[in-house]
């Protein structure tokens, strides 16, 4: 997947989308019918309870920039984009907007089952505002798009689900948008198809399109946006750059996840050998990012040949790297007490973010004695001149030109 | 060629002016824009018409006559039990085409009002994915029913044709009237009740309750006439006439019922219809702009509630 095409300068084009010191306040009714309006008349208030999911936010995306809008679950992400789409109505503040827009919060929506695939091009083209002639004109290039064509004219309840994606993504690029919203809806279909459609977003992007998209997938995120906002119970915490905003991202989560972790009750079968506390940490010397493990080991009972394995992972959970202690020509302390382990990995080449470090304690036979997982993290910087899961050294030079 | 169609789309997004999102409160200029929003949509109204009434009737076999068969059993029955059973015919020359025509009248106004109550809660996933002027979901049932009203309006018309009872006069004037009243008043209740429904859904079953009541409020199954000899000159003859859906259906016979002013002496309408019916229209208009200005007032946290 190539790089987004970044577009000049910032400052000299226009904004496509103001939002200025818009707060969104829901109120939750937990009492819907007559009766239990009635019966709690005049007690109310406990009935009703304020949330706000947007306080006093501003935000001024230009054309042709692609935002990435991303957060935990409740953060206020989804509204923003839908106080954007003019969907929700802001409590206060205002949001303008110009360009024809096109909003993809779901995928699909305003398809009716028991219509044809072909009946509902028309109605969900409309609903997206195109009008009959300019859904004609694209009629074949939707179809073809979509790969359905030999379902066109069956009712769309008959559609396998991969179906019915495909040709409501299919609708939604064709309608020649200046402003695209997505919400969670690029990971459809199988892989040819998405490929399609990561195509079709860089087409976008070259053709000047500005794209709002709310994603989970830091990936996607880190690889389609010029511009990241991240959000965090309703507030802006980060506005700009991708790769920041995604740390700032994760280190949400790791927050989340030490937390929880300090919470879980200490398992009592970690007798003989447990694992007291685990650090990592990152140090850079000369452009090289060397990563040091030091494992705090309690060691209550004398086990001869025990080893420590120590494993890498992404905070997506893939695993990047594992080893143990068996191989290497190294005795571990057997005296009771606790005792520290350092493990040096150096010249780490990573590319930028957080990674998760899990530890475990047993014997060659494959007994275990203790385990913990995703017991600490460490941070890569960002990388100088690209992104990606490995971090490499480009050189370029000038050849001299062949005749 | 890449930057260049870029720079051109951002030039052209530079001219344009940017626009508040959302449906404007103001409470005159709000109307105009909404209205004008609409107006852009319109293609999608009819859209969405077509789809409720293709939907509708996809899977059966028998697809549209089904939109007949409710009026005529309808029909079947009133004329039995009322008509002949109960004796009211006696007095009511063309006895069925006197209750179809008001059977078809009342059945537009309910289709309207029942059918506009859902629209909203019924298109909640549109409602909660896509921005559109959301009058037009209330407006599209009006079509639906618009739709159903004119194919019992076809067989009303082959009825007389066949009856010889064919309505060739200046009454006939009476019926547009009629029909803008009961449409008017009709969306206008179905706007406001569009938007409480989405916040109160209770209100559902409290329409069709009310619907059944107001049945025996308008003059369908029995004539004016009995309404006059019973409370002739009293308020409360002032009262029954007040309502425009009532108006409507006496319109619609004075336009279609020809024996009701031939065979009878009887006084099957007011004097003064014509008037009446011209006050109800303009008060139904001003009704329908409040009711929008009621609807606009709360769609929007539609999205939120539903």
């Not at chain 1, 091009?121 to 004109?137: C, H, M, P, Q, S």
């Not at chain 1, 359905?148 to 004219?153: A, H, L, P, Q, T």
């Not at chain 2, 200046?170 to 449409?183: C, E, F």
Request: charged share 20%; aromatic share 8%; proline share 4%.
């Amino acid at each position: 997947m190539s790089h987004p095409p970044r577009v000049a300068s910032m400052h000299d084009l226009p904004s496509i989308v103001r939002v200025q010191d818009v707060s969104k306040r829901f109120i939750l009714h937990k009492d819907k019918s007559v009766k239990e309006r009635l019966t709690t008349f005049g007690r109310s208030r406990r009935h009703v309870q304020d949330f706000w999911a947007l306080r006093e936010m501003n935000l001024d995306i230009v054309t042709g920039s692609t935002v990435g809008l991303v957060g935990h679950n409740g953060s206020g992400k989804s509204t923003l984009l839908k106080v954007i789409g003019g969907i929700i109505q802001p409590t206060t503040g205002t949001v303008v907007r110009r360009g024809r827009m096109a909003a993809l919060l779901e995928l699909g929506a305003g398809f009716h089952p028991d219509l044809t695939g072909r009946e509902n091009v028309y109605l969900n083209a409309a609903i997206l505002g195109l009008n009959k002639f300019e859904t004609d004109r694209n009629f074949d290039d939707i179809v073809e798009f979509s790969g359905i064509s030999d379902f066109i004219d069956t009712q769309v309840k008959f559609y396998s689900s991969g179906m019915y994606v495909r040709l409501a993504f299919s609708v939604a690029v064709h309608v020649d948008p200046d402003l695209l919203l997505v919400d969670e809806v690029l990971a459809v279909g199988d892989e040819p198809f998405q490929r399609k459609c990561m195509d079709k977003i860089a087409e976008f992007q070259s053709e000047g399109r500005t794209i709002v998209l709310v994603s989970h997938s830091s990936d996607q995120v880190g690889r389609l946006c010029d511009r990241v906002v991240v959000l965090h119970a309703g507030s802006m915490v980060h506005d700009g750059d991708p790769a920041e905003g995604i740390r700032i991202l994760r280190d949400g989560y790791e927050a989340d996840r030490v937390n929880k972790i300090r919470s879980l009750p200490t398992v009592a079968s970690v007798e003989r050998l447990n694992i007291a506390a685990v650090e990592a940490e990152t140090n850079t010397d000369d452009g090289h990012n060397n990563v040091v493990v030091k494992v705090a080991v309690n060691v209550s009972e004398s086990v001869p040949g025990w080893g420590v394995g120590i494993s890498i992972e992404t905070t997506l959970g893939m695993r990047l790297y594992a080893m143990d202690s068996f191989g290497m020509d190294i005795a571990l302390p057997t005296t009771i007490g606790q005792h520290m382990i350092e493990l040096t990995l150096p010249d780490i080449r990573l590319g930028s973010g957080k990674y998760l470090v899990s530890v475990g304690l047993g014997l060659p036979t494959g007994e275990n004695f203790d385990r913990k997982d995703s017991a600490a993290s460490f941070d890569i910087p960002t990388d100088d001149y690209g992104m990606g899961l490995i971090r490499l050294k480009p050189t370029l030079t000038l050849a001299s030109p062949t005749r | 060629m890449i930057r260049a169609s870029a720079q051109e789309r951002a030039l052209r997004i530079e001219q344009e002016p940017l626009i508040p999102v959302g449906q404007s409160t103001g409470f005159i200029t709000g109307t105009w824009s909404s209205i004008q929003d609409v107006w852009a949509h319109r293609e999608l109204l009819t859209l969405l018409v077509k789809r409720e009434i293709r939907a509708r009737y996809k899977d059966s076999s028998l697809g549209v006559v089904w939109s007949l068969v409710k009026p005529l059993v309808q029909l079947l029955v009133y004329y039995f039990a009322i008509g002949q059973v109960l004796g009211v015919a006696r007095n009511i020359p063309s006895f069925a085409i006197f209750v179809f025509v008001g059977l078809t009248v009342w059945g537009l106004f309910t289709e309207i009002v029942s059918s506009g109550t859902m629209s909203i809660v019924n298109n909640s996933g549109l409602v909660k994915k896509v921005y559109l002027p959301r009058e037009i979901f209330p407006l599209a049932s009006v079509g639906g029913a618009l739709f159903n009203f004119s194919l019992q309006l076809v067989i009303l018309v082959a009825a007389t044709v066949v009856l010889g009872k064919f309505p060739l006069t200046t009454d006939l004037a009476y019926a547009p009237l009629a029909l803008a009243n009961v449409i008017v008043f009709g969306t206008a209740v179905a706007v406001v009740l569009a938007a409480s429904t989405v916040y109160l859904r209770d209100i559902q079953h409290l329409v069709e309750v009310a619907l059944t009541v107001a049945f025996w409020a308008s003059p369908i199954v029995y004539s004016f006439s009995f309404v006059h000899r019973a409370i002739a000159g009293t308020f409360l003859e002032q009262i029954y006439l007040a309502n425009p859906v009532t108006l409507s259906v006496l319109g619609m016979q004075k336009a279609f019922w020809i024996d009701g002013t031939a065979q009878t002496s009887q006084t099957n309408w007011p004097p003064d219809l014509a008037l009446r019916m011209w006050i109800s229209l303009a008060i139904s208009i001003v009704l329908l702009w409040l009711g929008q200005r009621v609807f606009s007032r709360l769609q929007g946290n539609f999205a939120q509630e539903l």
